[in-house]
């Protein structure tokens, strides 16, 4: 078949569609040049028809034509990235209240200072720590920051491009209670995303129903070969020390996997609470 009239067609209809700017000019040789970058917009690619050597007039690409393209696919990348961090986020199930938590808004104090710098250092390696399927397990009294700290994880890889989920076993529970077919939907979800924030162990209800869910998610994250962080109020020592065989399995898979981080200190919540106090004290004092 000869190709050549399609080939001339193309080639004819890239010459009509051309934008010739106003400072573009013709080259000695009759051929586009860009006004910009001086490099040619036109060619004449030689085309063999049978034992001929045909000149085949064609546009190409500038300098210029070629920074446009690339931006305007940079654009579009863009766009695609935000939108599929934006639906990442959706399916994170993150509180509200932890959609902020990033690291540049991350305090630090004597407590927390190295906790930040291993938090940072898991969210960048986070490669690594998914080939190891290592995880975390954020221990510590209430309100010193184990949530927001795991959310400062969360929000770094999402906006990475990496799927995270943060839930709480309370939370799965509730589902479950209202729809026991949702059960094998949610560990197969969990299943799906790259890190599993479970928020809180330890809160939920310890029916033996519960307990055993517990352990199903847990075990079923654990044979995934993918990493979870764990927050909880729970201390290392009473972990490591439960008798209870119905707990024991379920501690277990978590020491095995995840590496344990103590969170100390006053109380956040205290701490904004008092700051609160102060200020309504002296807004109520300062006329005295
Ligand atoms: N490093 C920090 N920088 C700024 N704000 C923080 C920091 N740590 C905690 N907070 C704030 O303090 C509050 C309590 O922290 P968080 O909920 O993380 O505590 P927690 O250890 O998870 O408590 P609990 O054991 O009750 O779940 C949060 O609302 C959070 O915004
Ligand atoms: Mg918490
Ligand atoms: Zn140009």
Known sequence: MDLFPIIEGIAKRGLENQVIKECDYYGEDGLLVCGVCHEPRQEIAPWKVGDKTVDLKRARSC??????????????????????????????????KFKNAVFDSFKTNKENERNLKLCKRYATAFDKMMEKAQGLL???DVGTGKSFAAACIANYLLDHKTSVIMTSFVKILEIIDKDRDEESAIIARLGRAKLVIFDDLGAERSTDYAIEKVYNIIDSRYRSGLPMILTTNLTLDAMQNETDIRYKRIFDRIFETCYPMQFTGVSWRMRSAYQRFSEMESLLTDNE
């Open 63 to 96: 300098k210029c034509d070629r920074d446009i393209a690339e931006q305007k696919k940079r654009e579009e990348q863009m766009k695609e990235d935000m939108e599929y961090i934006a639906r990442l986020r959706e399916l994170s199930l993150m509180d509200t």
């Open 138 to 140: 954020m221990w510590g």
